[in-house]
């Protein structure tokens, strides 16, 4: 059989674009090598408990939200929770809100910090009119592109700049800073683009932080049986070995088993080395050969899993915690970026049962602790050697333990009825995200907008969906980058 279009990968941007593609009529294949849909976005089951495999929440939920829209458009409709209970924790002071969103987050910095007062409404104003902007992008005509530096002054003005160098023209002190700073992103604000920030405080978080009944999984879930209705096909545990081409055109995929599957229209979700260095017969192209070693990727996480004992102290935490022991982001990020993990790390705890009980049996609730890491720790987490690895890993496990013990969860230890946990190795072993990377692309300046790689390549038919293109990292990014692969392929199909 010759499949319109072969998808290598499903992740939120193959299972996207492979929905509305199958949507749309295409006769749509995505090879997995895995055993689920979702890639990072997936969920396990241990002990009676279901634990997310990494990711925390998602953006864009609400009625009309850039995520709802995007599910409703396949015939997705999910039962999505308002995370409102939210507390950060920095050194010295903390943010706690009862209803979530960036607009609250807002409102609680003016009252701690109302010496910054018209800093922040500076910061407000300069973050909507980006939105607006990034807003009337989608229906840009060819005339208004040739009239862009004209209609889109502030994307033009603020593309080379860096969210430390917004903080630092806005703000005095420091807490403000790092409390606008506590974002799902793993470089610091010398490095973070601050139009990301701005598209992301706009597009995906303004309304808040939301979580789907059933797990994360559910989201994966739900996308690949929009495809499978629609007659689209799915193959798991099928590793894509190579993406054929004849001249400058793609013409299939052969599986590491060695099948051949032709189709003249080939969707990448996986990274950008494999797509270019491995998978493509030929190599890169020569635009992107050199690029290619020069990005910049994202750092990865350790994530430990806790089936917990419930209390009343356990049933009044909040949903997400974040907790922040060090002030200077730029030397975390400089140990984590030398391999070293910080004594006391910077840490995400989230307890998803409080919302959705059915996730931990009764009495009980599944916690999970998150950690940026880097690959390099202790020569690679010892990943050759199994015994030193589980050491290795043990060691990190009771760190996060130990420090959520000491500050938010006194006698922690008792109460924990098992515990799992996953290092970057796992990470890339799971997805084949090179280096555990969590976020795909690092979003810098000179790899966001149009700097980011296009979904389209060079090579005809070959098309690129995921958190290593456009238009950025994250649940809703990664299925944002599947719907623009999706439509320039229907586009291009229509004439
Ligand atoms: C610890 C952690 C926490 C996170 N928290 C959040 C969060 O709270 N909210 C949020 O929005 N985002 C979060 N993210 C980021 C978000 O999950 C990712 O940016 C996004 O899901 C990436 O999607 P993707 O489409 O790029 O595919 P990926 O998730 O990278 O999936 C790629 C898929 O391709 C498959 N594959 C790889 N190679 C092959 C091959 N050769 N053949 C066939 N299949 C192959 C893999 O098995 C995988 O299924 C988090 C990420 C991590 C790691």
Known sequence: MIYDVVIIGT???????????????????????????????VSFRKEGFTFDATGVFVGGCEPGGEFEALLREVDVHLEFKKINTIRNIYPGFEI???????????????????????????YERTISRIGAEVK????????EKALFPLLFRNLVRFSPTTHEAILNSLFKGNEIKMALSSLPV????????????????????????????????????????SIERRGGGIRYRTEAARILTRGNKVTGVVTTEGEVIEAPTVISNVSLPQTFQRLLSGGPPSSLARRLNRFE??????????????????????????????????????MLRKGEIPENPTLIMVVPSLIDPSLAPEGTHAVKLLSIAPYGYRNEWNKTDRRSYQAV??????RLITHVESRLIPGLKRKILFHGAATPVTLERYTGNEQGAMYGLATTP???????????TSIKGLYLAGHYTRPAHGIVGAATSGSFTARTILSKRNG
């Open 297 to 334: 990727y994202s750092l990865s996480n350790f994530i430990v899993y806790l089936g917990v004992r419930g209390d009343a102290e356990l049933n009044s935490l909040p949903f997400f915690t974040y907790l922040r022991s060090i002030s200077d982001l730029e030397e975390e990020y400089r």
């Open 11 to 41: 992740g939120m941007g193959g299972l996207t674009a492979g929905a509305l593609l199958a949507k749309r009529g295409l006769k749509v294949l995505l090879l997995e090598k895995g055993s689920q849909p979702g890639g990072y976005v």
């Open 96 to 122: 706690a809100l009862r209803s979530g969103g960036f607009n609250h987050y807002i409102e609680r910095l003016k009252a701690i910090f109302p010496e910054e007062k018209r800093g922040i409404e500076r």
């Open 186 to 225: 793993t470089v610091p604000p010398s490095q973070l683009s601050f139009l990301f920030v701005a598209t992301l405080l706009n597009k995906v978080i303004s309304e808040g932080a939301y979580y789907p009944r059933g797990g994360m999984g559910v989201i994966s879930k739900a996308l690949a049986g």
């Open 136 to 143: 009337a992008l989608s229906g840009i005509t060819w005339y």
């Open 393 to 398: 890993k043990e060691e990190v496990a009771q």
């Open 446 to 456: 000179r790899q966001f907008g149009r700097h980011r790689p296009p979904n389209r």
